[in-house]
Nanobody, 120 residues
């Protein structure tokens, strides 16, 4: 499975940004997918995940109410919609593919990551 993220970049505080991720090489059946983010020297933070039926799982509190996740199974794609961005959202964002064990999302495949920088 190959995951390719797009849509990152430099934005100002308060701006919105949408990240996209397309999965290739996977079997026909869609898999749960999610987003993590990471800054240097810090463990990745779980942002959001979504199952194959569109039900999402929330991660870190700091993005609740500002970030949302969606998917397009026909395109093997997952999206991260980020609103009211803050400087502390600056990070390398990773798209993942994984599975659920109960209500917990476990990533098994990671994209290469895409940088999001929020700065005035």
């Amino acid at each position: 499975v190959h995951l390719v993220e797009s849509g990152g970049g430099l934005v100002q505080p308060g701006d919105s940004l949408n990240l996209s991720c397309v999965a290739s090489g996977q079997p026909f059946t869609p898999y749960p997918m999610g987003w993590f983010r990471q800054n240097p020297g810090i463990d990745p933070e779980f942002v959001l995940a979504i199952n194959t039926n569109g039900v999402h799982t929330e991660g870190i509190d700091s993005v609740k109410g500002r970030f949302a996740i969606s998917r397009d199974n026909a395109k093997n794609a997952v999206f991260l919609h980020m609103n009211d961005l803050k400087p502390e959202d600056t990070a390398l964002y990773y798209c993942t593919l994984g599975y659920y064990a109960g209500t917990y999302y476990h990533p098994t495949n990671w994209g290469q990551g895409i940088q999001v920088t929020v700065s005035s």
